[in-house]
C-alpha cells in the first residue's frame, strides 16, 4: 500500500535561518512525488514536483526538495526562512506504474511551519 | 493558470438538508475530486470522477454522493447533512491518469459547518 509520513505536526525556524520540512513515502515501483502549500483559509497550492532526474528539484517560492530514493525521502529546504513561508504544507506521492484509482495522490497529514521575526 | 472554482467559500446548513457543493475547472482536466479535510487527519478522499457521469467511491464516501454532468463541473451532495459533516471541502481537478505526473490543483476550499 502506498503511503506518506511527515513526521513533524510542527517545525518552527527562525527568520533567515534555513528550513527543513521532511516527508518519507512507500510506494510500489517509481514514485512521483509532490509539495503544496496551504495559507490559511484557502485551498493546497503546489510548490514543487519530483518525477525523474536531478534528485535536487527547485521550485516555487525559493523552494527545493531533495529526493533520496535509499532512504524513501523528500524533504522540503529552504536556504533562508521569511516569516511570510508560514502555512501548512503537504507531500505527496503517486506510483508512477498505476492508472485509475490507484493512481491517485496519497497526501501526508501536513507540517505546520511557523517562521518568527 | 489553472482555475478551480469552489461556488462558496463558507457555508452553514442544519441537520438533515441537503447540501450542495459545487466546483468548476476551466482547464478541461478529465480527473476531478472532491476531499475533506480536518484537523490531524490531512486531507480524505471522498469521490472522485476520471470522465463526465464517471464516479468512483474514495476513503469516506458514506454519507455523500457526486454528479458531473458536464466535464468542467463536479459536485458534491450530502444528502441528509449531519454534524459530523462540518469540514473544510477542496475540490481538485487534473489531467488523466496517463499524464500521472501532473500536479492536481485545488480551489479554495468551501467551510461547511452544520447546525
Known amino acids: 500500500a502506498q503511503s506518506v509520513a511527515q513526521p513533524e505536526d510542527q517545525v518552527n525556524v527562525a527568520e533567515g535561518n534555513p528550513l527543513t520540512v521532511k516527508c518519507t513515502y512507500s510506494?510500489?515501483?517509481?514514485?512521483?512525488l509532490f509539495w503544496y502549500v496551504q495559507y490559511p483559509n484557502r485551498g493546497l497550492q503546489f510548490l514543487l514536483k519530483?518525477?525523474?532526474?536531478?534528485?535536487l528539484v527547485k521550485g516555487s517560492y525559493g523552494f527545493e526538495a531533495e529526493f533520496n530514493k535509499s532512504q524513501t525521502s523528500f524533504h522540503l529546504k529552504k536556504p533562508s526562512a521569511l516569516v511570510s513561508d508560514s502555512a501548512l504544507y503537504f507531500c505527496?506521492?503517486?506510483?508512477?506504474?498505476?492508472?485509475?484509482?490507484?493512481?491517485?495522490?496519497?497526501f501526508g497529514k501536513g507540517t505546520k511551519l511557523s517562521v518568527k521575526p | 493558470d489553472v482555475k478551480v472554482t469552489q461556488s462558496s467559500r463558507y457555508l452553514v446548513k442544519r441537520t438533515g438538508e441537503k447540501v450542495f457543493l459545487e466546483c468548476v475547472q476551466d482547464?478541461?482536466?478529465?480527473?476531478m475530486f472532491w476531499y475533506r479535510q480536518d484537523p490531524g487527519l490531512g486531507l480524505r478522499l471522498i469521490y472522485f470522477?476520471?470522465?463526465?457521469?464517471?464516479?468512483e467511491k474514495g476513503d469516506i464516501p458514506e454519507g455523500y454522493s457526486v454528479s458531473r454532468e458536464k466535464k468542467e463541473r463536479f459536485s458534491l451532495i450530502l444528502e441528509s447533512a449531519s454534524t459530523n459533516q462540518t469540514s473544510m471541502y477542496l475540490c481538485?481537478?487534473?489531467?488523466?491518469?496517463?499524464?500521472?505526473?501532473?500536479?492536481?490543483?485545488f480551489g479554495d476550499g468551501t467551510r461547511l459547518s452544520i447546525l
Open positions: 510506494v510500489s515501483g517509481n514514485p512521483y
Open positions: 519530483y518525477i525523474t532526474g536531478d534528485n
Open positions: 481538485a481537478s487534473s489531467f488523466g491518469f496517463r499524464y500521472s505526473n501532473q500536479p492536481q490543483h
Open positions: 482547464m478541461d482536466h478529465e480527473n
Open positions: 505527496a506521492v503517486r506510483a508512477s506504474n498505476y492508472g485509475g484509482s490507484q493512481g491517485n495522490l496519497i
Open positions: 470522477s476520471y470522465d463526465v457521469k464517471m464516479k
